[in-house]
């Protein structure tokens, strides 16, 4: 095996370990087993890049990687990937105290229509069980 394969596949189990820390083997077990050839090169780029390389970096921790892929989701409106991520957030140790806060400062920066929705999201993934 070559150097550059050798240190893909390094990259790739260190993602995936990322990935389940985070996202719960579960949700990875699902997205793995949803794999067709067609989607096969992205699963192994987000697995490799995002969570090998970027989410794998010492610079952050996972918590506050957590919050602020939160903001910017609420900011993108990305709804699916919203509700994935604030179940993340939550593994990760961040509380429904801090993620209310997060969607309070999005409201400002991303505008009051994305923070409704988060919040709609938030509300009905969170339930109403304490802080």
């Given at each position: ?14 993602g ?8 719960g083997?579960a ?11 067609f ?11 995002a ?9 952050l921790?996972?918590?506050t ?6 903001a910017m989701l609420?900011?993108?409106k990305q709804?699916?990937e ?6 993340a957030?939550l593994?990760v140790g ?20 994305a ?5 709609a999201i ?10």
């Amino acid at each position: 095996m070559d150097e550059k394969a050798l240190d893909d596949e390094v990259r790739h189990a260190q993602g995936m370990s990322v990935r389940r820390a985070v996202l719960g083997d579960a949700h990875v077990d699902a997205a793995v087993s949803g794999t067709t050839e067609f989607t096969a090169d992205f699963q192994d780029f987000i697995t490799r890049y995002a969570w090998g390389d970027v989410w794998a970096r010492p610079g952050l921790d996972r918590r506050t990687r957590s919050c602020i892929t939160i903001a910017m989701l609420v900011t993108l409106k990305q709804e699916h990937e919203l509700a994935m991520h604030l179940r993340a957030a939550l593994r990760v140790g961040v509380t429904r105290a801090e993620i209310r806060e997060i969607l309070l400062q999005s409201a400002i920066y991303a505008g009051v229509p994305a923070a409704n929705r988060a919040f709609a999201i938030a509300n009905e993934l969170l339930g109403e069980e304490g802080d």
